[in-house]
């Protein structure tokens, strides 16, 4: 079994529909992070949280919401889905923030 | 802005060493660098890191100057599973963390 679990892995949603994109890990990390990938393109940081009470914008957060319901359980969610928010989305934990990144399978967005 | 620069592409044939750049010329010295890569329809998975120090793993080896501007990514003998997409990223003690653009790595027979 995956230690980071996305699902779903495929989305096809509507503009202006809400969206919720779910992250589990079995790690035992403490920080969790939500990437997007454009494609051609590097990761960028949505969200990152060291632990259940702390949550920190990375530098695409506009439009993005999280919440870290427990240790090992980090949602991303899009209130009002609009198409260039389709991309590839890449949740990921580490054990300390210097510590690399171990990423899950990612979830396809596409917003019709 | 923080931006960490890689080549689009690169090639290399079996079983030769393969040496991939990365620019990351706004680091700070508290930074540590990190490589990943990426095949189709997967998620990134860790390849290597360091702080300052080149570091060795059972996959590759890190390169860092002296300076910390630059590192590369050294596959000793690439092989055909090697060639997938490379990123490099620098990630500061604060949690945040910036990729290049990846460097797709083919790998000839």
């Known amino acids: 079994d995956a230690d980071v679990t996305q699902t779903p892995r495929n989305r096809i949603t509507k503009t202006g529909k809400r969206i919720m994109l779910e992250c589990s890990q079995t790690?035992?990390?403490?920080?969790m992070y939500w990437y997007r990938q454009d494609p051609g393109l590097g990761l960028q940081l949505i969200y990152y949280?060291?632990?259940?009470?702390?949550?920190n914008k990375g530098e695409i957060s506009d439009g993005y919401s999280v919440s870290r319901q427990a240790q090992a359980k980090f949602s991303l969610s899009l209130e009002s889905a609009i198409p260039n928010q389709t991309a590839l989305y890449f949740c990921a934990t580490s054990a300390g923030t210097g510590g690399p990144r171990f990423f899950g399978q990612g979830t396809r967005l596409t917003v019709v | 802005d923080a931006k960490t620069t890689q080549p689009n592409s690169m090639e290399s044939n079996e079983e030769e060493p393969v040496h991939l750049p990365c620019n990351h010329s706004?680091?700070?010295?508290?930074?540590?660098i990190h490589w990943y890569r990426q095949l189709p329809s997967q998620g990134p998975e860790y390849v290597i890191h360091?702080?300052?120090s080149n570091v060795n793993n059972r996959m590759a080896s890190l390169a860092i100057a002296e300076d910390r501007k630059s590192s590369t990514l050294i596959l000793h003998r690439a092989t055909l599973r090697d060639a997938a997409v490379y990123y490099c990223s620098r990630n500061t003690n604060a949690g945040k963390s910036t990729f290049g653009d990846g460097t797709t790595l083919t790998v000839k027979p």
């Open positions: 949280s060291f632990d259940v009470k702390d949550i």
């Open positions: 706004t680091i700070s010295g508290t930074d540590y």
């Open positions: 790690k035992g990390h403490d920080r």
């Open positions: 360091g702080l300052t």
